[in-house]
């Protein structure tokens, strides 16, 4: 995953298939845990989220100053983001798994869910109207808005095409005919599992 943009993401990095998915796979991507995680600090978020289209280049600017001038409160909506992120992994783990949800991950999903749509205002969106994010702490905005784009994915037909790559530990959704998508992307994953199998009948041969 070595980055080509200036931003160090690529599109390689967002093959998740809805926005909520891109941001889980933000971490691992190598094996199966959940290690590597591309965001150490809040520029990095802005930065994927710049790439993702969850933020124009002006809004994340515009946070990239604020967070150089209030870095205590950036670090701490950092700490947020990732902590819903990871407790969003665990529920979809137990979706995967037809477990019951766990039930700390699951309040904090809520949580920042709930919160989010009580900093949303109703305005222009696509063809109607759309919530948009309007939190009183500006750094959440990212935060926010990840928020009010979950439960679209959460209660919507895309949760039961929800798969974990064959490889590592990314997900995504398979919208293909057959549902028989096996890999983060063939790029990546599908490349290396195909370099394995070689390897392994070159071992076997020699």
């Not at 990871?86 to 995967?96: D, G, K, M, P, T």
């Amino acid at each position: 995953m070595s980055a080509s943009s200036a931003a160090g993401w690529r599109a390689e990095d967002l093959v998740g298939g809805h926005i909520v998915l891109d941001f889980l796979n933000t971490t691992g991507g190598r094996g199966k845990a959940r290690d590597g995680d591309r965001l150490v600090e809040y520029a990095g978020l802005l930065d994927w989220s710049a790439a993702a289209s969850l933020l124009r280049a002006d809004e994340a600017a515009v946070l990239a100053m604020a967070a150089e001038n209030r870095s205590e409160a950036a670090a701490a909506e950092l700490r947020r983001a990732i902590e819903w992120r990871e407790a969003l992994h665990s529920v979809l783990v137990a979706v995967q798994a037809g477990a019951p949800l766990p039930e700390t991950a699951r309040e904090t999903v809520e949580t920042v869910i709930r919160q989010s749509q009580s900093d949303a205002r109703l305005g222009p969106g696509g063809a109607g109207l759309a919530w948009q994010a309007d939190p009183t702490e500006p750094l959440a905005l990212v935060l926010t808005r990840l928020g009010l784009a979950a439960p679209e994915f959460l209660t919507g037909p895309d949760l039961s095409r929800l798969r974990t790559c064959e490889r590592c530990s990314w997900m995504f959704v398979d919208r293909g005919r057959g549902r028989a998508r096996r890999w983060c992307s063939m790029s990546l994953c599908g490349n290396r599992a195909k370099a394995a199998r070689h390897y392994a009948r070159t071992r076997q041969k020699g």
